[in-house]
T-cell receptor, first 117, second 116 residues
Framework: DAGVTQSPTHLIKTRGQHVTLRCSPI?????VSWYQQVLGQGPQFIFQ???????GRGNFPDRFSARQFPNYSSELNVNALLLGDSALYLC????????????????FGDGTRLSIL | AQKVTQAQTEISVVEKEDVTLDCVYE???????LFWYKQPPSGELVFLIR??????QNEISGRYSWNFQKSTSSFNFTITASQVVDSAVYFC?????????????FGKGTKLSVIP
């Protein structure tokens, strides 16, 4: 079975541009989360979506937005890129029951490495 | 607020040695979940183990074992007979059980180098 897939693998942008990152969860997983990992740090939570609704948002500016599609894939959009947005962006999916109890492990993709020049 | 501290930034061991990675967490919640992830140079975070806050039984899974002590808010991870393939950055993470909350709070990671 395919794991979490992310595209593109690498991306180079310049300041002020916008970017769209894509994620396909593991088949059957309805929850998708996005994380930003700056070099040398642990991942930081950006968004979580479940059943196409935003269920959680981390401490990121409004330049960051996301959405989830009916097939549970997701996009992360970042506008007005800054040098500080250079990072590895990780997508994670998890199998989540109706109870929304969060003990299911999140399974991560390989990430998109975004470089801002 | 939740916080995870991994005091060890980098550890080097010789192959076949045992190594323990430390993790200390802070949370006000009574029910929460703790995880260990491995991140090889390729970048993918690989799920290793999970522990519920209400289950303090320590376990062994192959070469991995973990020591969860609620009294000291620690969740340490041990690799026995380390191998070169174990070289990676290891992250400890915390997630509370509040409905609708799925965010993982990660530590800064411990880089493990296993020398042949």
């Amino acid at each position: 079975d395919a794991g979490v897939t992310q595209s593109p693998t690498h991306l180079i942008k310049t300041r002020g541009q916008h970017v769209t990152l894509r994620c396909s969860p593991i088949s059957g997983h309805k929850s998708v989360s996005w994380y930003q990992q700056v070099l040398g740090q642990g991942p930081q939570f950006i968004f979580q979506y479940y059943e196409k609704e935003e269920r959680g948002r981390g401490n990121f500016p409004d330049r960051f937005s996301a959405r989830q599609f009916p097939n549970y894939s997701s996009e992360l959009n970042v506008n007005a890129l800054l040098l500080g947005d250079s990072a590895l962006y990780l997508c994670a999916s998890s199998a989540t029951g109706v109870s929304m109890v969060g003990n299911q492990p999140q399974h991560f993709g390989d990430g998109t490495r975004l470089s801002i020049l | 607020a939740q916080k995870v501290t991994q005091a060890q930034t980098e550890i080097s061991v010789v192959e076949k040695e045992d190594v323990t990675l430390d993790c200390v967490y802070e949370t006000r919640d009574t029910t929460y979940y703790l995880f260990w992830y491995k991140q090889p140079p390729s970048g993918e975070l690989v799920f290793l183990i999970r522990r519920n806050s209400f289950d303090e039984q320590n376990e062994i899974s192959g070469r991995y074992s973990w020591n969860f002590q609620k009294s000291t808010s620690s969740f340490n991870f041990t690799i026995t007979a380390s191998q070169v393939v174990d070289s990676a950055v290891y992250f400890c993470a915390l997630k509370y059980s509040g409905a609708g909350s799925y965010q993982l709070t990660f530590g800064k990671g411990t880089k493990l180098s296993v020398i042949p």
